[in-house]
């Protein structure tokens, strides 16, 4: 057993293939203990196959001796026909089949048998195709899906983007684009990176250069928080553009508007400006070996930066000028402000009453105590008496 293992295998959904005959295939998303994440696609008897050699690996924890020491999940058999519908309605069995076989015992989970079976293949970065017949179909679980396996109801198409603008590769795991190439996009991330494929090619591409092909995308994007979100600083950067911040390792800062191309603008003080979502994490957030590893890649390019970049939609996107982000941020700091002055006095205010009311509500004070003569004058006969 060699030390490479998986730290988790996410599936996210499956293919519908027409080369050479119509046939299913199941998309995984394997993360591996080298921080690396790789694309791979197995049919479900492939699958079955690899979990009847794995029970007989393991004769005592797949319960063949003793139905009571089974820890090794249960996997339906195929169906002598598996179309669409059981394809679909396999995924929840198949998703929990995935999260339990790589939490088993090391002895298990980190077996040759396990890692061979999901070791990226020649047919995962090249699928055979054939250019006369229809590209496959994707067909994606919805992403509440994954969290819960029992909740999966059912696919969702994979959006198509067009390409703006050329754009070469500059490593292994990146995509390179041709204007005008339409992309299938299978994974969003934050970082302005997308994972797309386009015919037999899968790779990393900068969000910052796709488009959709019904409309800007502005609808995708939040709308600008100026309360703003603290978020932490994990990696400095040096501003190159003058729109930009230079931020620290350490420095807190306010995120008050994440764009889809990976940099977002933030706020230091009363200062706004551009900086990489990929360097930042939420205040409050553990720090964690795979969000550390994506720090390590390129910073995407931003959309502002892009030549030559032809959009085949009439209308452009609608940009915030930095100025419109400081005079925000600068009104809503002044409202912020007023907002706890207010506050202020109308606690001093308040105080002030409740002093007043403690007063009025307070106990008379004790009268002194009258003298002889006092007395003597005031009293009656009777009372003189008596005291005489």
Known sequence: ????????????????????????????????????????????????????????????????INAENRIIPHLPAPKWFDGQRSTQSRQGTLAEYCYTLVNLPHKISRCLHVV??????????????????????????????????????????????????DYEKSSKSEMALKAGDAVDVVEKSETGWWFCQLKNKRGWVPAAYLEPLDGPD????????????????????T???????????????????????????VRKDETTGYYPSMYLQKSGEVNNPEKSGLRNRNIPPRRSTIRNA??????????????????????????????????????IISEKNEQEETKSKAQPAVPPRPSKDLIMNRCTESTRRKIM
């Open 1 to 64: 057993m060699g030390d490479t293992f998986i730290r988790h295998i996410e599936l996210l959904g499956y293919e519908k293939r027409f080369f050479p005959s119509q046939h299913y295939v199941y998309m995984f998303l394997v993360k591996w203990n080298d921080l690396s994440e790789k694309l791979i696609y197995r049919r479900f008897t492939e699958i079955y196959e690899f979990h009847k050699a794995l029970k007989e690996m393991f004769p005592i924890e797949s319960g063949d």
């Open 116 to 165: 061979s079976f999901f070791e990226v293949r020649p047919d995962d970065m090249n699928p055979v195709t054939d250019s006369q017949i229809r590209k496959p179909e994707v067909f994606l679980l919805p992403k509440d899906a994954k969290k819960n396996a029992s909740d999966i109801t059912g696919p969702i198409v994979l959006q198509t983007y067009r390409a703006i603008a």
């Open 218 to 237: 502005e609808s995708e994007e939040q709308e600008p928080n100026y309360a703003g979100e603290l978020y932490v600083v994990q990696k400095s950067y």
């Open 239 to 265: 501003a190159v553009e003058e729109d930009e911040l230079t931020l620290k390792e350490g420095d807190t800062i306010e995120v008050i508007h994440k764009l889809l191309d990976g940099w977002w603008v």
């Open 310 to 347: 032809k959009s085949i939609h009439n209308k452009g996107r609608k940009q915030i000028s930095q100025e419109t982000y400081r005079r925000n941020s600068k009104k809503y700091m002044q409202n912020r402000r007023q907002m706890r002055s207010n506050l202020r006095n109308k606690d």
